[in-house]
């Protein structure tokens, strides 16, 4: 599989592609072009996150124990809370998800289970899609789009390093090959909780859009 240096290159690589591509070709302004980019950098670290000591999973918990506060907040009336109150509530958040994330992936997940598939790509840029809720419907889908870019570049760069094994002279696949790029895992339950939760952030994308009935 690639490395830090290698998934660092790859997605600050995709990051402004993506972010030339929303600016020049889907005319969106600077700052929405430069979200998206940021996001398709931060989104290729993710799938790392189920490691359970590595720079990437350091990296998107810091990040993830910041951005929480703002997604969490915009999605309340804040004219109905003192700032006392949403100092509480952001400060709770950043503890709860910088503290407590680590926690929850490490039990949860083996490293290059479900979370390495291109459901879980889906998955999360459907979870990015209704973070934005508040944002233009093209936006919603510009950030969404550049997160699972973000994330498949990294699920693309680890499963060509997994390949061929060039060790000792021989071109051969990897034992890893294929662990990357995959639609199902070993685990049954990791399958099955993984296209429940596919099912659920693509009804509420549906529902958020008004395709379906709210």
């Known amino acids: 599989m690639g490395n830090f240096g290698h998934h660092a290159a790859g997605s600050i690589a995709s990051g402004a592609v993506v972010s030339a591509a929303a600016y020049y070709g889907l005319q969106s302004s600077v700052a929405d072009a430069?979200?998206?980019?940021?996001?398709?950098?931060?989104?290729?670290?993710?799938?790392?996150?189920?490691?359970?000591?590595?720079?990437?999973?350091?990296?998107?918990?810091n990040f993830a124990s910041v951005l929480a506060p703002i997604f969490i907040l915009q999605s309340l009336d804040a004219s109905e809370y003192s700032t006392s109150v949403l100092l509480i509530i952001a400060f709770t958040l950043y503890v709860a998800v910088r503290y407590g994330l680590r926690a929850v992936v490490s039990r949860m997940t083996a490293h290059?289970?479900?979370?390495?598939?291109?459901?879980?790509?889906?998955?999360?840029?459907?979870?990015?899609?209704?973070?934005?809720?508040?944002?233009?419907?093209?936006?919603?889908?510009?950030?969404?789009?550049?997160?699972?870019?973000?994330?498949?570049?990294?699920?693309l760069i680890d499963e060509m390093f997994s390949l061929v094994d060039i060790s000792g002279g021989k071109i051969t696949p990897?034992?890893?090959?294929?662990?990357?790029?995959?639609?199902?895992?070993?685990?049954?339950?990791?399958?099955?909780?993984?296209?429940?939760?596919?099912?659920?952030?693509?009804?509420?994308?549906?529902?958020?859009?008004g395709f379906i009935g709210k």
């Open 34 to 61: 430069a979200a998206g980019g940021l996001l398709c950098a931060l989104s290729g670290l993710i799938p790392d996150i189920d490691s359970p000591v590595s720079r990437p999973s350091d990296i998107i918990a």
């Open 112 to 155: 290059r289970g479900m979370i390495h598939s291109i459901p879980s790509a889906i998955i999360w840029g459907a979870f990015v899609f209704l973070a934005f809720r508040r944002s233009p419907f093209m936006v919603k889908n510009i950030m969404a789009a550049s997160a699972a870019i973000g994330f498949f570049v990294h699920l």
């Open 174 to 209: 990897k034992s890893s090959s294929g662990t990357a790029l995959k639609f199902f895992g070993h685990s049954t339950i990791a399958n099955i909780f993984t296209y429940s939760l596919l099912a659920a952030v693509l009804y509420l994308c549906a529902k958020s859009s």
